[in-house]
Structure formats: C-alpha cells, structure tokens
C-alpha cells in the first residue's frame, strides 16, 4: 500500500507539472477563438464551442490531478436535463455528420437534476465515442434518451453497433480499461 501511495504521488506531481505546461497553450487557444468569434459574429457559436472544449481539457487534466491524489470532486448544480443533451448533441453532431451517422435525441423530462455536467459530459462522451467506434459509417444510429421515473432521470444510449465482444465485459468498469490499440 506504501508503494501504491508513493507511485500516485509520482503520478500527482508529473501531472500537475504537465497541466501546468498544457495550460499556457490551451489559454491561448482559446483566447484566439473568443477573439474570432468576437470579430466574425458567423463563428460565434463554433468559437464559443472550441472554449468551451478547452475548459473541458482543463477541468480534464485536473481530474487526473485528483484522481492522482485519491479524491473526486464533483461540482454540483442544478442543471436542465433536456438542454443539457441538447448541448451535449451539438458539440458531438459534427463527429456523427462526418461518418455519416445519425444522432437522435429524445428527452421526455422538463425538470432539473443536481449533478457535476462536466463529468457527465465526459461520460457520455466517452459512452457515445466507444458506440460510433462499433458502427458502421452511413448506417449507424445513435439515440440519446432522457425520462423521469419517479424522483429519478434515467439516461439511455442506444446505438446498432456490433457490440462489446463477452471476453472484456467484465472489465468495462475499470478505470482507464480500454481496448483500443490507438
């Protein structure tokens, strides 16, 4: 356990030297892009996006940085859960519109959860690139779904690809588990 905890902390410190690098240029990236979105109103709403995905970066990075040090924090709030899926859809429609994929989203709810929509994000985003990866170009179909049961808003992703193949089923849930080569 000793070690364990001497290995994380190796791992905090390189990370947290490595935010701090990655910080400066991503501060500039999005800088240029509120900048240009700034001058050309007809960007806006993309420059908008790729600042948005820089804080993801960011909040990303220091994930890890907690991760390393054994803590998770969640910053809570109430959030629309219909917005936030059409945020959510908006920021991944071009991956879908660019492998000639369908995204639906269905959100039967009007009503406001407490959660972390950065980490929530993450997740579906994690959850929907694993899906695109497993469908066919121009025939795959994605639907995000949103519906209250009782106090509760259940979040489905349905996809019509092949599937997780039984041998790492039972290793999906493991932190940073991937089987991907790239």
């Known amino acids: 356990q000793r070690e364990e905890s001497q290995r994380l902390a190796s791992i905090g410190y390189g990370i947290s030297t490595i935010l701090h690098d990655i910080k400066n240029p991503l501060t500039t990236i999005k800088g240029f892009s509120q900048l240009i979105g700034h001058k050309s109103p007809e960007h806006k709403d993309r420059c908008a996006m790729i600042s948005s995905e820089v804080d993801n970066l960011v909040a990303m990075l220091e994930d890890w940085l907690d991760f390393s040090r054994g803590s998770v924090n969640l910053k809570r709030a109430p959030v629309d859960v219909g917005e936030f899926l059409a945020r959510f859809c908006d920021t991944v429609q071009p991956l879908f519109d660019s492998a000639e994929m369908k995204l639906t989203r269905d959100a039967q709810v009007e009503t406001r959860v407490f959660m972390d929509e950065r980490k929530m994000a993450r997740v579906l985003a994690n959850l929907v690139s694993d899906a695109q990866k497993a469908m066919e170009r121009g025939t795959g179909v994605l639907a995000l779904r949103a519906r209250a049961v009782g106090s509760a808003v259940i979040l489905a992703i349905e996809d019509n690809g092949r599937g997780i193949p ?16 790239e």
């Open 166 to 181: 039984v041998e790492p089923q039972p290793h999906v849930f493991s932190p940073f588990f991937t089987t991907d080569r």
